[in-house]
Nanobody
Framework: QLVESGGGSVQPGESLRLSCATS????????VAWYRQAAGQQREWVAT???????NYTDSVKARFIISRDNTRRTATLQMNNLKSEDTAVYYC??????????WGQGTQVTVSS
């Protein structure tokens, strides 16, 4: 089970920090990703961090978002800086094991509006 937290409503230019926590022992060996889904749109990939700590981002969030993980605490975070209105969406945490099995969180709403 994945539990996201940290969503909320902010103004453009502000920051939010999303967290994804699990009790699953498979966490350390799994890749963690964040996806988002804006109203009326398909879910899109935002960022991934591999089990070895390598990260990559979709172009629209590069230099603004930072994904990280703490294997000891079995948590992953998405630090979102300089938020824009187009970042408004429900953000989902995704855990993908080495076998390809995926787990999803319930989502957390991020709203960026002036």
């Amino acid at each position: 089970q994945l539990v996201e937290s940290g969503g909320g409503s902010v103004q453009p230019g502000e920051s939010l920090r999303l967290s994804c926590a699990t009790s699953a022992t498979i966490f350390a060996g799994s890749a963690v990703a964040w996806y988002r889904q804006a109203a009326g749109q398909q879910r899109e990939w935002v960022a991934t961090i591999t089990s070895s700590g390598r990260s990559n981002y979709t172009d629209s969030v590069k230099a603004r978002f930072i994904i990280s993980r703490d294997n000891t605490r079995r948590t992953a975070t998405l630090q979102m800086n300089n938020l824009k209105s187009e970042d408004t969406a429900v953000y989902y945490c995704n855990l993908k094991t080495w076998t390809g099995t995926e787990y999803w969180g319930q989502g957390t709403q991020v709203t960026v509006s002036s």
